[in-house]
């Protein structure tokens, strides 16, 4: 079974606070994904990644960035973190063409607040 | 209008009964489309994809294409309290755009 494996389950930062999650699949997939998800508006795209070193902006990347040095592992990053990004932050991975078959898989998610 | 648009429910529907979960999308070359289930307090897992006008079915569970009117629907027969959960619709443009969700609840 593919694991994705996501490294706080929760975390409670401070507004301003640098925040990094960690994610990190043990399948060789070359697509990785950060998505967060709320109430009522579903998964939103925030980056998303096809290769090592390559980043691509998802539809909400604003406040985040990324960092894929290694294949296996995928960073998202919130340089100065506000309340509005309160949420729970899907990490996901997939193997294949990004235009074909799009199967991914999640882990099980970091819940984080912001104080 | 958003790219991928469900009902948040909640739909609730009594064991044994046919659930019926709709979905539409706006871009018309979209051509690959996903049903994820999530259970509260857990990760989404894909349980249906169709790429092709009809259906397809998988068990209980029977996805439906309509490329001409933009929907896709999911359809759960014989529906078990199991089955609440909220489903997500999504759609491939390069990447996955998902619904909102529509949470589902079965009543014993």
């Known amino acids: 079974d593919v694991k994705v494996t996501q490294s706080s389950r929760y975390l409670v930062k401070r507004t301003g606070e640098k925040v990094f999650l960690e994610c990190v699949q043990d399948?060789?997939?070359?697509?990785m994904f950060w998505y967060r998800q709320d109430p009522g508006l579903g998964l939103r795209l925030i980056y998303f990644s096809y290769d090592v070193k390559m980043k691509e902006k998802g539809d909400i990347p604003e406040g985040y960035s990324v960092s894929r040095e290694k294949k296996e592992r995928f960073s998202l990053i919130l340089e100065s973190a506000s309340t509005n990004q309160t949420s729970m932050y899907l990490c996901?991975?997939?193997?294949?063409?990004?235009?074909?078959?799009?199967?991914?898989?999640f882990g099980a998610g970091s819940r984080l607040t912001v104080l | 209008q958003k790219e991928v648009e469900q009902n948040s429910g909640p739909l609730s529907v009594p064991e044994g009964a046919i659930a019926s979960l709709n979905c539409t999308y706006s871009?018309?070359?979209?051509?690959?489309f996903f049903w994820y289930r999530q259970y509260s307090g857990k990760s989404p897992e894909l349980i249906m994809s169709?790429?092709?006008?009809g259906d397809k079915e998988d068990g209980r569970f029977t996805a439906q294409l309509n490329k001409a009117s933009q929907y896709v629907s999911l359809l759960i027969r014989d529906s078990q309290p199991s089955d609440s959960a909220t489903y997500l619709c999504?759609?491939?443009?390069?990447?996955?755009?998902f619904g909102q969700g529509t949470e589902l609840s079965v009543k014993p």
């Open positions: 871009d018309r070359v979209s051509q690959s």
């Open positions: 399948m060789d997939h070359e697509n």
């Open positions: 169709i790429y092709s006008n």
């Open positions: 996901a991975s997939s193997l294949g063409a990004v235009t074909g078959a799009n199967v991914l898989t």
């Open positions: 999504a759609v491939n443009r390069g990447k996955l755009i």
